[in-house]
């Protein structure tokens, strides 16, 4: 299995537009979660699905945040409109349970 | 609030010897602590886990001690290496609740200087 992916590796990206985050779990994972990492506050849980679902979105910081998961392979965090304070390494992480596998993040960087 | 902490950002360590990385956490409903490795511009690895019903948990190198009445963890590396340079985060939930998810520290670099 090559493990949960995530696209784009870096995002650069202008205040004010859309920015679209993608993460591919593991097959047979039906838990889905979204993080963020940041100097200030370390590894903050976004949201997280499970079959499918969203289950805690509590993490998720503003309204311009959203993040749907349309099917078991496939999931979607966007900003819009993504500003300077988004910058920052978000993560995708699946798990069936006990452990959980990461995807390599995606660095957004919002100018 | 934060319900995981680890109150050390960064701390250095002689190749050879013993590192000790700490953890503290408030919600006494976590029954599981995992401690994830990240190196820059990759994903956090897992490391080593405990359950709460255990006190301690040895592979190789790598302990994880539990001491529940502190609510407290802590990660020994003996002997350190220079590749074990890293950041650490500790990692806790509560699977037998509705919460699945992973709650983590801010991290710990660890730096092993040859």
């Known amino acids: 299995d090559a493990g949960v992916i995530q696209s784009p590796r870096h995002e650069v990206t202008e205040m004010g537009q859309e920015v679209t985050l993608r993460c591919k779990p593991i097959s047979g994972h039906d838990y889905l979660f979204w993080y963020r990492q940041t100097m200030m506050r370390g590894l903050e849980l976004l949201i997280y699905?499970?079959?499918?679902?969203?289950?805690?979105d509590s993490g998720m910081p503003e309204d311009r945040f959203s993040a749907k998961m349309p099917n078991a392979s496939f999931s979607t965090l966007k900003i819009q409109p993504s500003e300077p304070r988004d910058s920052a390494v978000y993560f995708c992480?699946?798990?069936?349970?006990?452990?959980?596998?990461f995807g390599s993040g995606t660095r957004l960087t919002v100018v | 609030d934060q319900q995981v902490k680890q109150n050390s950002p960064s701390l250095s360590v002689q190749e050879g010897r013993i590192s000790i990385l700490n953890c503290d956490y408030t919600n006494s409903m976590f029954d599981y602590f995992l401690w994830y490795k990240k190196y820059p511009a990759e994903g956090p690895t897992f490391l080593i886990s405990i359950s709460s019903i255990k006190d301690k948990n040895e592979d190789g190198r790598f302990t994880v001690f539990l001491n529940k009445s502190a609510k407290h963890l802590s990660l020994h590396i003996v002997p350190s290496q220079p590749g074990d340079s890293a950041v650490y985060f500790c990692a806790a939930v509560n699977y037998g609740g509705s919460q699945g998810n992973l709650i983590f520290g801010k991290g710990t670099k660890l730096s092993v200087k040859p």
């Open positions: 699905f499970n079959n499918n679902v969203p289950i805690d």
């Open positions: 992480a699946s798990t069936t349970g006990t452990l959980f596998a």
